[in-house]
């Protein structure tokens, strides 16, 4: 009996020890505005970027970072406007964009592509209110706030659940992690990514859009189109350089110890390092 009631208090110690290191993870965290349009703003915080729609339709966002932050996500958009979101979209699975879904699901109808759900869906531990209500397989249109917000499904590329969003009226787009600004992107192979895919979405995007779009990356900064052609090079020219290794028979080590081309070695940052760029390339496109 002694020892079932210490293995009870030592889980509820662990539990509680893994919630306040979360918790002192993200306490210094703040959420900041920046309003792109009249009724169109983008946050950034811990996670990938919001995109918001405020209006007198009510709130829509697009992902909700990390668990922790919901409050102080709540707090910002009443900032703007009060009330809660009426829909939430998901523009990929991964939890620091899906996180805050609990909390935003109890009141607002979650929107992703069907893949995003059968994800979400395969963790034990996610709650009901997390997952998606509406889901899809390639576009779907919401009328809100005067515009039309286009979700468009775009293929494997960072996942095999990857949407963008646009606004129509207001030339906005909300990339998710199909656009890491200036930075070496995650594909996720484990995920249903593609980097070959990654690309062609990329392309695809630049097709949609023009020098007045107002893009919003998954991470970074406020983004334009000659900054999404910039990360189109990089991955092309990536691209043609491992697939050059490939055919001279490199090994990975080997292909480790020369590195990337120079112009793109600062590219390298703290989750998708020029190493894991690399691991990334050499495995997705080595012939099978």
Known sequence: ??????????????????????????????????????????????????????????????DD???????????????????QPKYVINTHYHGDHTGGNAHFGEQGIIFAHHNVL???????DTPKAALPVVTYSEDVA?????????????????????????????NVIHMGDLFFKDRFPYVDLNGGGSVIGYRDNVSKVLSLIDKQTQIIPGHGSLATQDDLLKFKHM??????????ELTEGKTLAQVQA?????????????FITEKKWIDTLYKDLKPR
């Open 235 to 244: 991955l092309d020219e990536n691209i043609l350089w491992m697939e050059k």
């Open 1 to 62: 009996m002694k020892l079932r009631l210490f293995s009870k208090l030592l889980a509820l110690s662990l539990i509680s020890t893994a919630v306040y290191a979360d918790d002192d993870r993200f306490k210094d965290v703040q959420i900041t505005s920046q309003q792109l349009t009249p009724t169109t703003y983008m946050f950034i915080g811990s996670g990938g970027n919001i995109g918001v729609s405020a209006g007198a339709d009510g709130i829509l966002i697009i």
């Open 118 to 124: 059968k994800r979400l869906s395969a963790k034990q």
């Open 65 to 83: 970072q990390f668990a922790p932050l919901a409050d102080k996500i709540s707090q910002s958009l009443n900032k703007i406007q009060p009330g």
């Open 142 to 170: 919401i009328h809100f706030n005067n515009d039309t917000l286009t979700l468009k499904h775009m293929g494997s590329g960072h996942t095999d659940g990857d949407s963008v969003v646009f606004w129509k009226n207001d």
């Open 258 to 270: 020369s590195g990337v081309p120079e112009k793109w070695k600062d590219w390298s940052w703290g």
